[in-house]
């Protein structure tokens, strides 16, 4: 069971990693007094071109 346990709060950190850059990145620029409503669409076109590099470079 804690196996289990502990297998799952890795797994959720590594999923949420990118999720957690991006909201920290966000607040740096609302704090800075910048208004990017463009972090979605950021994030979005990051993993399509990292799914395309990565699938031609046949890593």
Do not use: H, K, Y
């Not at 607040?27 to 208004?35: D, F, N, P, Q």
Request: net charge negative; glycine share 14%.
């Amino acid at each position: 069971m804690i196996f289990f346990l502990t297998s799952f709060f890795v797994s959720v950190m590594a999923s949420a990693t990118p999720l957690l850059l991006a909201a920290t990145g966000e607040l740096v620029a609302e704090r800075s007094g910048v208004l990017n409503l463009g972090v979605e669409g950021m994030m979005l076109v990051g993993a399509v071109t990292g799914f395309v590099v990565g699938d031609l470079s046949g890593s």
